[in-house]
Structures are given as C-alpha cells and as structure tokens.
C-alpha cells in the first residue's frame, strides 16, 4: 500500500468518523435513540455481579489516565533515544490532544451525567465518554505501531487489532455499568476517538524518507 494511498485513506475514515459523531450529537435527544441507550443500558446491569463490578472497575482504570499517561512517556523516551522522533511526538501528541479535544466536546454540549448511583467517581459533563473517546485514539495508536513492527518481521498482526478492539470496547461498557455514561456517550467516545486516531494516522504519512530510514523500532 503505497503512501499516498494511505493518506488518502485516513483521511477519509478521519472525515466519514467525524461527521458521523456530528450527526449523533445533533440527534442525541431523538426519542429512538434514548429508547435504544436504555435498552442497552438495562441489559449491561443486568451482567456481572459483585464480579463483574470489580472487572469493570479494573477495566475503567485501564482507560485512565493513570495508565495512559506514565505509558505514553516511557514508549516516548524509548522512541526518541532509538531516533524514532516523529513517532515519539506523535505518540505525545495523540494522547495530549484527544484529551483536550474531549474537555472541549464536553464544555460545548455540557450534557449531564446518568442520574444513578455512580460507583466510581465521575467529574464534568458526560457526552462524548472519555474513557472511550480517549481509549480509542491511544490504544489504537498503539495497535498500529505493534501492527508495523510485527508486520515488517513476517509475524501474524490480526490478533493486535483484535485485542485492541475487545480492550477498547470492555473499556466503553465499563463507563455505562458503573453508572457514569449513557450509552451513548460511549458510541459518541468511539467515534470521536476514532476520528482522532485516523487523524494521528494521516498525519503519521507525512513523515520524511530520511526520518523513516531511521527508525529500527516501527
């Protein structure tokens, strides 16, 4: 796949995601959607137990930025001294900017959270989920650098997307059985964070021959 293919091709999901979460966000108080959240909604309550709540808490977790922000400077440091500078900044600057992108969604559309029993803490507005949004952008991105390195040895890399898939997901539905989104503030997350991880991606294909020559880590 040559590199102005891919350029085009991620920008075109980057768009086709964006738009598809400015037309949910526009018809988020359309009656059939809220029947369908709560739908949705009562069925997760329904799974899980005192087991399930812990799982969901450690899953909560996981999408923090507790985890994402110690990881992303480690794999930063790491990538910068293997001369692997761009996707170093990049990498900052996926997680950085998703996360100011999210407070900014949040500020405009100030939609309060569910009016249950919330059993993690939860600040702020609740459409689009963080933990979602957030996820989606940052494992994503991670993926898809496990996905090159693993690529260019010959190794097998379907299982990298569907374990970030799966991750990205259990993340979601943690935020909604904990009681702190709707369900559609998680698929608004997914398609925000997505919109900005294939936005990373497009602009990942901008980087220099020179540059790309002197990675060894991607």
């Known amino acids: 796949m040559s590199v102005s293919y891919k350029r085009r091709l991620f920008l075109a999901v ?43 808490m450690i899953l909560s977790y996981l999408g923090s930025g507790y985890l994402a922000f110690p990881l992303t400077g ?50 702020y507005y609740s459409f689009p989920s963080g933990h979602a949004m957030n996820s989606t952008a940052f494992f994503g991105f991670l993926a ?15 299982w990298v997307w569907a374990a970030a898939c799966v991750l990205i997901f259990l993340i979601g539905l943690s935020r909604v059985y904990l009681g702190v989104h709707f369900p559609l503030d998680v698929f608004g997350g997914f398609l925000a964070g997505g919109s900005w991880l294939f936005l990373t991606l497009f602009l990942n294909t901008f980087i220099s021959c020179q540059d790309r020559a ?5």
């Open 144 to 158: 898809y650098l496990l996905h090159r390195r693993l690529k260019r040895k010959g190794k097998p890399t379907a």
């Open 214 to 218: 002197k990675k060894t880590t991607e």
């Open 14 to 56: 980057f768009i086709v995601l964006a738009v598809l979460f400015t037309l949910l966000s526009l018809n988020y108080h359309r009656t059939a959607l809220l029947n369908f959240g709560h739908i949705v909604q009562a069925s997760i309550y329904d799974i899980g137990g005192e087991v399930g709540e812990t799982l969901f």
């Open 74 to 123: 480690l794999l930063a440091l790491y990538l910068y001294n293997r001369q692997a500078r761009w996707t170093a900044s990049l990498l900052v600057y996926n997680l950085v900017g998703v996360r100011l992108l999210n407070w900014g969604l949040k500020t405009i559309f100030a939609r309060p959270r569910p009016d249950l029993e919330h059993l993690i803490q939860a600040n």
